[in-house]
């Protein structure tokens, strides 16, 4: 009970407007380390929000099993390692960064929890053209995640205090709204600012690969406009399109030089057949 409260205390001292700096004193810290900002919340956060979500879609008999899909996991794993090993993460090895496939081919979205677990439906892969194109979608998801974008969105939406009982396990209701809200089912969304910046790490980690065509997201959004307004992806609904996004992630990647990169599609149609 008192740890309980010495964080929410700490929350409230954030929520005041005390810089995360002030917050992460010795002082203002909660018992055991556990610091309002902190990594390490991302990481407990994550824990829990991904548990959470693998019962939902487990529930649904949605989540695809490593153990019957065992191919499909190879093949999405390959893609996703080369995204996150590109160089440019923060937290490479500090998140778990762990992917899971959800059964789903009306749905077009993928999403990543605080503290990098990372699920794809399988609509987004069906939806897609090529491997470039879901390294570009994972990358922007990865951003998400690494730039800890999810955790301060969520901040901002839920409150501090609201999320520090989530993380500490005493709030179910909060966290299934969290696990839906992240998943797509109800609407929380990243702002024009940190859809910018995703997509632009999303080019900058696919030219870390050394390996994809790094204006691969660009793919999908110009899929999604030729779909029209009528039946947009999912994935619009929680990354809102800040203007000419196609044109930035474009004009970064020309200015990497690492548009032209062709990588061989047979792995991508394979993971497409399997699914
Ligand atoms: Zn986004």
């Not at 009982?165 to 992240?182: E, H, R, T, Y």
């Not at 600012?193 to 390996?211: C, H, I, M, P, W």
Request: hydrophobic content about 40%.
């Amino acid at each position: 009970m008192f740890r309980s409260l010495s964080f929410l205390a700490a929350s409230a001292l954030a929520v005041a407007g005390l810089t995360a700096a002030a917050v992460h004193q010795p002082a203002a810290a909660p018992a055991q380390g556990f610091n309002i900002f902190s990594v390490d919340q991302d990481v407990a956060l994550g824990a829990q929000v991904a548990h959470q979500t693998d019962s939902m879609y487990q529930a649904k008999g949605q989540l695809m099993a490593r153990g019957s899909h065992a191919r499909a996991y190879q093949l999405l794993d390959g893609v996703v390692n080369r995204v996150l090993d590109n160089g440019n993460l923060k937290y490479r090895t500090k998140f778990p960064w762990d992917v899971k496939l959800i059964k789903d081919d009306a749905t077009q979205n993928a999403f990543a929890t605080p503290g990098g677990h990372i699920y794809v439906f399988t609509g987004l892969v069906k939806f897609l053209d090529n491997e470039s194109q879901l390294a570009g979608v994972l990358g922007h998801e990865i951003a998400h995640a690494d730039r800890r974008h999810s955790t301060q969105l969520l901040q901002r939406q839920y409150g501090v205090g609201m999320l520090a009982s989530v993380v500490l396990g005493k709030n179910q209701g909060m966290l299934a709204q969290i696990a839906n809200g992240l998943a797509g089912v109800t609407s929380l969304k990243f702002s024009r600012t940190f859809e910018q910046e995703a997509d632009k790490y999303s080019t900058v980690y696919l030219n870390g690969t050394r390996y994809y065509a790094c204006d691969g997201a660009a793919g999908f959004f110009i899929k999604a406009e030729k779909q029209g307004s009528g039946n947009p992806p999912e994935f619009l609904s929680t990354h809102p399109n800040p203007g000419s996004r196609i044109q930035a992630i474009q004009n970064n990647a020309r200015s990497l030089g690492c548009t032209g990169r062709s990588v061989s599609n047979s792995n991508f149609e394979e993971l497409k057949r399997l699914l």
